[in-house]
């Protein structure tokens, strides 16, 4: 049922992007807006995340489990692949990243600093001076939007079920919302396992003896953050100087790395599917 509910998911993702589309949490922050969350002791702000986050989730659960018969199964079906639906998102990335290539492709190096500021989250305070630094952090860039908008929801999903797919996202909102210093704890949790099992996976689809003993570096490693094992994993390889910089084929880096993603994302798929048949998950 996973492999069907995925599967259907990401075939009406692909059919129904949408430019400029951003999913709202709006109504979770009026949820949170009457908390003075920031003013509790911990274990009271531990109480409101189980309340907002944890128990939705887990009633969720309980519903797609308890589900029999025809009709009910139909409706835990829709119900699944509607809410993935929205937990994914229908944000067109691919325009956006082609957006920024024409730029790069037209040496608008200011134009395409804008785009990936804008689109690709290259946070302004990252002091991208020259066209090879610019390329390094939308690369990095790129990975992560991958992982944080696809590969941690579907491990999660896998995992836990919708239930499980739902408190990912909750508790990233939760997170943004109340920014206390446990959550970027609870953030790493969460994060720590699907970038590992990414990164050993962009290791399977790319250049494997450059980055498997990467991936190896970083296997147990419980300090280095989810950023750091993903990139120096996927880029292991990746040790290109200013001087030997050529502009002109670093937009076909660019979307190399966006297919190898596209890659990860098949193996992924064919994973599921293979467990789907033989261990009836």
Known sequence: MKFIVLLMTVLLQKQTKKAGYQRKRLWFSRLLQPIPVSNMATHYQVMVYGLLVLLPSLLLSVFIQQ??????????????????????????FSQR??????????????GAYECAQQFLDVEQKEKTHTPQELHRNVKHAILWAWFTRFFI??????????????ACLLTYWFQKETKLSWTNHLIGAVEW?????LALTTALGGNFNASFSAFMKYAL?????????????????????ESSFQCELASDALQET????????VIWLLIVAFLTVFAGI
């Open 193 to 197: 396992l699907p970038a590992r099992l």
């Open 221 to 241: 490693d419980f300090q280095a953050d989810s950023k750091q094992v993903l990139t120096e994993t996927a880029f292991a390889e990746d040790q290109q100087e």
């Open 97 to 110: 990243f082609s957006n920024y290539q024409q730029s790069w492709c037209r040496e608008d190096y200011q």
């Open 67 to 92: 589900a029999h018969g025809l009709l009910g199964n139909f409706l835990a079906f829709v119900v699944q692949v509607l809410l993935f639906l929205y937990i994914l998102g229908r944000d067109d």
């Open 153 to 166: 929801f579907v491990f999660w999903f896998l995992v836990a079920g919708i239930g499980g797919a739902l």
């Open 258 to 265: 966006n297919q190898l993603m596209f890659r990860c994302a």
